[in-house]
């Protein structure tokens, strides 16, 4: 049982906008920032987003991070098959450990 | 080429040891926290352990503390992971990933910034009799 929640799939066809949603509580989320991590198939995780909404260079600006009190979302827009992966959520919690959610299987269909 | 190769993983007993390693390449070492993120097969990711730049700092996930320990040699560019009394659920991938920032402040800051900005390949460990 992870601590942050996430949806466990979601899916969406090319060109679309799919949104990805976190859920926490004051402990993690609502008193520190989220980052989120895409995970394509068969490799290590890459930082997507962090800091709420900042993109590493390289990452394109169709993905888009925000946070609102205890819970975050990641947007995806203009779907590509490439797209295809988990993402997962992570924050700090109180209890001085990291939190990462359950992740999210993204399908373009 | 800026990398992080880990090793040391395999088939253990339950109550066994063993020590995974992290060789780091490309980048100044002693300049960022590292962590170990661990992921059983075809589940989630799950943090284990980080540490700051000068080992000042060390933290662990509920799940291992008490029988995994974290450390790092600077001079060799090396991340460590001991793990002792091993248990079934400990079988999963490990990462080793590095943190964007160098740690060692208060509070959550003491491990970094909580961003991983490269992650290793990763090396699976199996726990079974």
């Known amino acids: 049982q992870s601590v942050l929640t996430q949806s466990p799939s979601a899916s969406g066809t090319p060109g679309q906008r799919v949104t990805i949603s976190c859920f926490g509580s004051?402990?993690?989320?609502?008193?520190?920032?989220v980052n989120w991590y895409q995970q394509l198939p068969g490799t290590a995780p890459k930082l997507l987003i962090y800091?709420?909404?900042q993109r590493p260079s390289g990452v394109p600006d169709r993905f888009s991070g925000s946070k609102s009190g205890t819970s975050a979302s990641l947007a995806i827009s203009g779907l590509q098959s490439e797209d295809e992966a988990d993402y997962y959520c992570?924050?700090?919690?109180?209890?001085?450990?990291?939190?990462f959610g359950g992740g999210t299987k993204l399908t373009v269909l | 080429e800026v990398q992080l190769v880990e090793s040391g993983g395999g088939l253990a007993q339950p109550g066994r040891s063993l020590r995974l390693s992290c060789a780091v390449s490309?980048?100044?070492?002693?300049?960022?926290?590292m962590h170990w993120v661990r992921q059983a097969p075809g589940r989630g990711l799950e943090w284990v352990s980080g540490?700051?730049?000068?080992?000042?700092?060390?933290g662990y996930a509920d799940s291992v503390k008490g029988r995994f320990a974290i450390s790092r040699d600077n001079a060799k560019n090396s991340l460590y992971l001991q793990m002792k009394s091993l248990r079934p659920e400990d079988t999963a991938f490990y990462y080793c990933?590095?943190?964007?920032?160098?740690?060692?402040?208060?509070?959550?800051?003491?491990?970094?910034?909580?961003?991983?900005?490269?992650w290793g390949r990763g090396t699976l460990v199996t726990v079974s009799s």
């Open positions: 800091n709420n909404n």
């Open positions: 004051r402990s993690n989320i609502g008193s520190y920032t």
């Open positions: 990933a590095k943190d964007t920032g160098s740690g060692g402040g208060g509070g959550p800051a003491a491990l970094g910034n909580w961003h991983f900005d490269l």
């Open positions: 490309g980048f100044t070492f002693d300049n960022h926290a």
């Open positions: 992570a924050s700090w919690d109180d209890s001085l450990k990291g939190v």
């Open positions: 540490i700051s730049w000068n080992s000042g700092s060390i």
